[in-house]
């Protein structure tokens, strides 16, 4: 937006925004004298108003240290302008995680946040009139999918659409047998990646909510390797997060095996984001490979399953 309306909520006048990043969002950082805040301009027709407000609600109650969203000089901590919702956050302190780094500590802490945000999901009261997206099957196949259909992305080639045809067909017959019980489904972060994650002082900080939605728990380790489920290190990384998982809540072997399904939903979902989204940076710097790794990566998958 290029006239950002901060005088919806009480920001000092000399107030400075800067551009973070354009992705489904706008993130800004607003900058004043003693007040640091980070403003998100959401996406039109993504999330409704009362989704927001049930993402804000959820992330309040869990017991982690997530961003505090400010309210409004009206009272609603969701504002409207020109038809796009906005939301201020308290600006948390935090270094991302670093590719190339040792990630193995990383995700097993983010195993260990993964298991306390499905036991939570589990058993918090869910406000009335409770809405949030759904990342089942339909979500990311069906016609109306959240991202748009993975065929409409760039460099889908024929050779790589029949490919990923079969893929969906095996993602779509395992995850009906692995079945949705409220011990494998239920509220989940869904973006759990390390561009979410900030680590102060030793402590592991989770940000940005704005997919959390109804899924399969095991999503959110296929949503913590995306954009690198090719890197070489991801097997160690994998055991590294059911490390962290297991020392909160169960997670059986056959539970565990079906990772490499999670992953594979996930990556065509992401595929059919870059599609949907080409008009931001990150998709576009993505494009001109996606789509060939991510058939890769799916004869991969057929191999092993």
Not at 14 to 25: G, K, P, R
Not at 81 to 102: A, K, Q, S, T, Y
Not at 242 to 250: D, E, H, L, N, Q
Request: hydrophobic share 40%; proline share 6%.
């Amino acid at each position: 937006m290029k006239n950002l309306p901060l005088h919806l909520w009480a920001i000092p006048t000399d107030a400075i925004t800067t551009l973070i990043n354009v992705s489904e969002n706008e993130t800004y950082l607003v900058e004043g004298f003693e007040f640091k805040a980070v403003l998100r301009v959401h996406r039109q027709g993504y999330n409704s108003e009362r989704a927001i407000e049930c993402e804000l609600e959820w992330s309040a109650a869990l017991p982690l240290n997530t961003p505090t969203a400010i309210p409004g000089i009206d009272g609603k901590t969701v504002q409207v302008d020109d038809g796009r919702f906005m939301v201020l956050f308290e600006f948390i302190e935090g270094n991302h995680p670093v590719e190339g780094e040792d990630l193995g500590p990383s995700f097993i802490e983010l195993g260990r946040i993964a298991a306390q945000t499905h036991n939570h999901s589990q058993s918090w009261p869910r406000p009335e009139n409770f809405e949030r997206l759904t990342w089942g099957v339909p979500e990311v196949f069906g016609e109306n999918a959240n991202w748009g259909d993975w065929r409409d992305a760039p460099n889908v080639t024929n050779d790589i659409r029949r490919i990923l045809e079969r893929v969906e067909r095996v993602v779509r017959h395992r995850l009906n047998a692995f079945g949705q019980t409220a011990e494998n489904y239920g509220l989940i972060h869904a973006d759990m990646r390390l561009a979410n994650i900030l680590i102060h002082n030793g402590e592991t900080r989770l940000i940005d909510f704005d997919d959390c939605g109804f899924g399969w728990f095991l999503y959110d380790f296929a949503a913590a390797i995306s954009f690198i489920e090719d890197d070489p290190q991801i097997p160690t990384l994998r055991k590294a997060w059911v490390k962290g998982y297991r020392k909160v809540r169960p997670l059986s072997d056959d539970e565990a095996f079906e990772i490499d399904t999670f992953i594979m939903l996930r990556r065509m979902a992401l595929l059919a984001w870059i599609g949907s989204h080409m008009e931001a940076p990150e998709p576009q710097a993505l494009a001109p490979d996606f789509a060939r790794v991510t058939a890769e990566l799916g004869v991969e998958y057929l191999a092993k399953m």
